[in-house]
């Protein structure tokens, strides 16, 4: 019985041990904790809900990424997936729709509880205090039924552009997007807007971070080295790490030195880094 009391303790006491991460990067050697779209995939809430978002600010994440998409009358809406056939009760892509046709759109996998799309805006509306948190838009381009990329990227980047205009977001939100031509065109109506190239690989994201002179690079934890992160330093770009999912994935991307990480895991990644030292 002794034995088992002193093995409990010794599990007891390596559970609370405290973090030691010697932190270096462009963010005042502070690694920011961000939520993946609010609370994260293994949440109740869907994924880019209110509820989810407004969660994720509440246990004392910096802030969010958040995925945005545009409806046909140029209204920004959180939502993640190419079309709304396996998530909501709707169909077909956000952008065939106006905010009046689906704005009370469910999503579905809380049988019962009503979870709806929302706009953008009013996240920002509901955030007390939101100049305190960062909030990482990451793109989602998925053109209408028939539409042509050339009016549908115009459309969107002047959304964005009001987006920051109407709230302020300059010093604390940015923009995640896989497309250099979309990238350069939103550069082109608001350089203000810091802008972050999510790639599949590091070297043809810092290629074209470099070249296009973006804020920094958003990338899968997988295809990111620590080596890779100080390079990317070393040249002036930040550094987004997203694609992870659990304790040991916090660790892991937390030993990598970037200046924010995208997480499924928040809590634990909020409790490791407010112990770090």
């Known amino acids: 019985m002794r034995y088992l009391a ?22 005042g ?5 961000l939520g993946h ?16 978002v407004l969660n994720a600010i509440s246990i004392g994440a910096d802030g969010t990424e958040l995925d945005i998409q545009l409806t046909k009358d140029n209204i920004l809406v959180a939502f993640h997936d190419e079309n709304l056939n396996n998530s909501t009760n709707l169909e077909g892509f956000i952008r065939d729709y106006t905010w009046e046709e689906i704005k009370n759109a469910s999503y579905n996998s809380t049988q019962y509880l009503s979870y709806k799309i929302t706009r953008v805006s009013d996240l920002m509306e509901n955030v007390v205090n939101r100049s305190n948190y960062l909030f990482s838009f990451d793109v989602k381009l998925y053109p209408g039924t028939g539409e042509q990329a050339t009016s549908y990227y115009n459309d969107f980047v002047n959304a964005v552009s009001l987006l920051f205009n109407n709230y302020n977001l300059y010093s604390h939100c940015f923009i995640e997007a896989q497309s250099e031509t979309f990238i350069n065109e939103l550069i082109t109506i608001n350089g ?28 899968h934890n997988d295809n990111i080295t620590k080596e890779q992160v100080k390079i990317a330093h070393e040249n002036g770009l930040y550094v987004i790490i997203w694609g992870v999912n659990k304790s040991s994935k916090n660790e892991e991307a937390i030993l990598k030195n970037p200046d924010m990480i995208e997480t499924d895991a928040l809590k634990n990644l909020i409790k490791t880094l407010g112990n770090s030292t």
């Open 192 to 219: 203000q807007i810091k802008t972050f190239i999510y790639p599949q690989d590091f070297i043809s994201g810092f290629e074209l971070a470099i070249n296009n002179g973006l804020y920094g690079i958003s990338i």
């Open 37 to 52: 779209a609010g609370m994260g995939l293994s949440s109740l809430y869907p994924i880019n809900s209110a509820e989810s």
């Open 6 to 27: 002193f093995i409990f303790v010794v599990l007891f006491l390596a559970s609370c041990k405290k973090h030691n991460f010697e932190i270096d990067n462009l963010n």
């Open 29 to 33: 050697n502070r690694i920011d904790a």
